[in-house]
């Protein structure tokens, strides 16, 4: 079995491109983060990374599944990693598709291209994440403009398909149409901005040093991500970072812009536990 976690602004249908293949050697779960898309509008406070992983622990336990693993980006990402941390009985292996390392307080024994690796994520910080801040301390306030404008649901979304794809000029060079589409109507008709916004509030409480996985991790890079970890500040945050890949083209939704690539970074870290 595996469970496929999305993220933000993302939803299950990021998926539907490496469902047939992945299937193949796979009981797939892909269920949406609670306050997101047909989980949500949540109505109750404290949906933070630790209890969602709490949550999909016992979706899967539901489903009858002794042994899984996990797989996911952006938000997946975290949430993945929380269910190796707190659930290592139960997770084979978690493998994700966006990681993020910080600069350390020394870098002097840092490599050009590690510093230039760390340079990517400041300009995420400076640059692309006015998003973060608003969705973090003012959700709600952003939730009544968003669910009330579908063409302002779909900027929001869309600019993020603009600037964290590898594409030429306009997200569509990356990502079908459609897709992006299905993906920016799955929050509007459920009515879920806000509460999918709500999680970065919810989350910003329990921000501080990361708490390791303690299972076997696999990290796949596509270099037009909204930043690029440097491995050996990923080891060290990850003792048991096992498979790690970079590849040469792709962005923030791997499955939907490289699902070939994913596909197989997924099958060749499961494939050797």
Known sequence: PLLLIHGWPGSFAEFLDVIEPLSRDFHLVIPSIPGFGFSGPVQKTGWNVLRIAWA??????????????????????????????????????????????????????????????????????????????????????????????????????????????????????AVDRDRMLTNVSIYWFTGTAGSSAALYKEQSASWGKPQPTTVPTGVAIFPHDISAPVRSLAEKMIPTLVHWTEFDRGGHFAAMEEPDLLVQDIRKFFDSL
């Open 56 to 173: 999909f622990a016992k979706l899967m336990e539901g489903l009858g599944y002794e042994r899984y693993g996990a797989q996911g980006g952006d938000w997946g990402s975290g949430i993945a990693q929380e269910l190796g941390r707190v659930f290592p009985e139960q997770v084979v292996g978690v493998h994700v598709n966006m990681l993020q390392t910080f600069r350390p307080s020394g870098v002097n024994d840092l490599t050009p291209e590690e510093l230039k690796s760390l340079e990517s994520l400041d300009h995420y910080q400076q640059e692309l994440s006015g998003y973060m801040h608003v969705q973090r301390t003012r959700p709600r306030t952003l939730s009544y403009g968003l669910t009330d404008s579908p063409v302002g649901q779909l900027a929001w979304i869309t600019e993020k398909f603009h600037d964290w794809t590898d594409n030429k000029g306009v997200p569509e060079d």
